[in-house]
């Protein structure tokens, strides 16, 4: 089977180099979300909607039901995907994406969908010397070595994407869940960090009580699982698959 990682903002699909690296041989697709690190197509508006469509026209091409796993953004992506395209997906893997209707948007989300204020703050981070954006990503907790990767790829297009997807998603708690809380449930897990600074603890415990999922906190984590627990979440997920 074909394992489809979908990453999540700011990041680009470098965010899973240690997740690919412990997973070992097999049939893998690293997506890249239009706009961050890549060009975006004709006409895109990079509206969640935009995002949800381009991911299950990506999954549709590969033909087969996928093992789909996806973090912050990502993982709010994939689970409307699984949503509204269930025949494209054969087991879900999902971690600190707060589609949630009691989820309040972090601080710094909330500054981006504020006009003008969005602006300023995606300027500044342009604009910032990629040492100094690094150590900020850093201190925000993505650790030296991924906010090195980070943020020299954080560009004025990425941050247009950006204020358009989280403009896009004020309300995408109350939009979106009904339609993941209906779904059939399949094989699934929702994995977060205990000390994730965006994402409280509380709203995993309800993901995976709503999808019927395994949960997996890991202490001493921040937002970033899938790299910080690199090798215990490629021997979770390998569990799931089998």
Aim: aromatic share 8%; with cysteine.
């Amino acid at each position: 089977m074909t394992v489809v990682l979908v990453h999540g903002v700011p990041d680009t699909e470098h965010m899973w180099d240690r997740l690919a690296a412990a997973l070992g041989p097999r049939e893998l697709v690293r997506l890249s979300l239009p706009g961050f690190g890549t060009e975006v197509p004709i006409g895109w508006t990079a509206t969640k909607e935009d995002y949800a469509d381009w991911l299950a026209a990506r999954l549709d091409e590969i033909g087969d039901p996928v093992d789909l796993v996806g973090h912050d953004w990502g993982a709010i992506l994939c689970q409307r995907v699984a949503s509204v395209r269930p025949d494209l997906i054969r087991t879900l893997a999902v971690g600190s994406g707060p589609l949630d209707v009691e989820y309040e948007w972090h601080p710094m989300a909330q500054a981006m969908q504020t006009a003008e204020v969005g602006e300023q703050v995606m300027t500044a981070l342009v604009e910032t010397a990629p040492d100094d954006l690094a150590a900020g990503l850093a201190a925000g907790g993505a650790g030296p070595e991924l906010a090195a990767i980070q943020a020299p790829r954080v560009d004025a297009r990425m941050a247009e994407c950006i204020l358009a997807l989280y403009r896009s998603a004020i309300d995408v708690g109350a939009e979106w869940q009904p339609a993941v809380d209906a779904m059939p449930h399949r094989p699934a897990m929702v994995f977060h960090g205990a000390d994730d600074a965006f994402v409280p603890v509380d709203i995993a415990t309800r993901l995976a009580q709503r999808l019927g999922a395994e949960l997996t906190v890991y202490p001493d984590t921040g937002h970033w699982w899938a790299w910080e627990r690199a090798d215990e979440t490629a021997t979770a997920l390998t569990r799931l698959w089998s």
